[in-house]
C-alpha cells in the first residue's frame, strides 16, 4: 500500500471515530432530555413503523430536540458505513487484492 493511502484511511478513521463519539455522546445527552419513551417512538418513526397517515402526523409534531436526535441518528450511521468502508479499503489493500470490489459489501447502498 502506498504510504500516502494509508495515511489518507488512517486520518479519515481517526476523524470518522472523533465524530462519532461526538454524535454518540450528543444523542445520549438528548435521550436524557427527551426521555426514553419518546426516544423509542422517534426510533420507530426513523424505521417507519407506523402506517403513513401516523408518520405524517408524527412529523407534525416533532420539535427541534426531536429533530436533532433523528439527524444524529442518521448522521452516525452514514459515518458508520464509511468507516466500514475505509477498514475494508485498509485490509484490501494491505492484502493487495485490487481485483476486490468493497461497493458489494457496502450495505448502505442497499437499503
Known sequence: MD???RAFLEEMARTLDASMRELEQEAE??????GEERVVELAAYLRKEF???DLEEMRRGLDYDDR????????????RS??????????????????????????????
Not at 492484502?95 to 476486490?100: F, L, P
Open 3 to 5: 504510504p500516502d493511502d
Open 29 to 34: 445527552r438528548l435521550t436524557e432530555v427527551i
Open 82 to 111: 464509511h468507516r466500514v468502508a475505509a477498514g475494508r479499503r485498509t485490509m484490501i489493500l494491505d492484502a493487495g487484492r485490487e481485483d476486490i470490489d468493497i461497493t458489494s459489501f457496502d450495505k448502505s447502498k442497499n437499503k
Open 68 to 79: 436533532r436526535l433523528l439527524s444524529i441518528w442518521i448522521r452516525l450511521e452514514r459515518n
Open 51 to 53: 402506517e403513513p397517515v
